[in-house]
């Protein structure tokens, strides 16, 4: 039997994976703010649903790929919220960088009302969303993966099993998040100083990128600075969060961070 999925947000992200699945061979059913966004999906194949919980009904597994933990709470439990609609013994896949802790408690709403969750953050940027070869950091139970299982495979090249619970998914994200962060500060500091010195920028650029120094927020990064361009790729308030979550997560306990406090 062929899964039916949902995808909730059509961003960066989210398109791509539900793009990934539809190609996959998967039933897709699509909700975003922007209805415009939900449009251009059904002429690729899609299903496009006026609300989460119209989306969420006739759904399998359906995957939350939205910013933050207020947003995923409005498209679980605001108006038209999907987790009333959701059939029992189906999948919430939160595919959201937030606290471990909110991850947590939310596994216990859901399964109080009888439904299974992941707590699955993702990384890899948008190309790598829609080839299905971004990295997914799951955590959930043995039940919720013996359904999800599929779906997660066929979004993602790499599905990193990391717990039986919800909670250590979120929390190699955020560790994940905190090298992003330092390393695009520090790659832009070494542009920097290159151009400082004289030193060509194509030149640094080649040298870098083959040699130990290098990371791949340098390598992406420097690669657009190169180019001279700025198209907005993701929303820089968007890693402001994330980097708050590891000072957050850093905070509670009591470990410090001074490297990531800078960046």
């Known amino acids: 039997m062929t899964l039916v999925t949902g995808v909730i947000g059509l961003g960066a992200m989210g398109g791509g994976i539900a793009q990934t699945l539809r190609r996959a061979g998967y039933t897709v059913r699509v909700f975003d703010v922007r209805p415009e966004a939900a449009q251009a999906f059904v002429r690729d194949g899609g299903v496009a649903c006026a609300s989460p919980a119209e989306l969420a009904q006739d759904c399998d597994v359906v995957v939350s790929v939205v910013v933050n933990t207020q947003q995923t709470e409005q498209v679980l439990y605001g108006t038209d919220g999907c987790a009333a609609a959701m059939r029992p013994g189906s999948v919430f896949v939160m595919c959201s960088t937030v606290d471990p802790n909110w991850s947590i408690g939310l596994e216990k709403r859901l399964v109080d009302q009888g439904l299974l969750y992941i707590d699955a953050p993702i990384s890899g940027g948008a190309a790598k969303a829609a080839s299905g070869e971004m990295t997914m950091m799951t955590a959930g139970t ?13 979004m993602a090249g790499k599905v990193y099993k990391l ?3 919800a909670g250590a998914g979120s929390k190699v994200k ?18 920097a100083l290159g151009l400082r ?11 870098i990128t083959h040699s130990a120094g290098n990371s791949w927020m340098f390598e992406n990064r420097m690669a657009h600075v190169l180019a001279a361009d700025y198209t907005p790729l993701s929303a820089v308030d968007i890693f402001v969060k994330d980097l708050g979550l590891v000072l957050d997560m850093a905070r509670a306990s009591k470990f410090p961070l001074p490297l990531s406090s800078t960046a």
């Open 142 to 154: 043995p039940a919720a993966y013996a359904k999800a299982e599929p779906v997660l495979q066929a």
């Open 163 to 165: 717990g039986d619970s």
């Open 174 to 191: 955020i560790i994940n998040q905190l090298l992003a962060g330092v390393h695009i500060a520090a790659a832009a500091e070494a542009m």
């Open 197 to 207: 010195e004289g030193v060509d920028p194509a030149a640094l650029y080649e040298v």
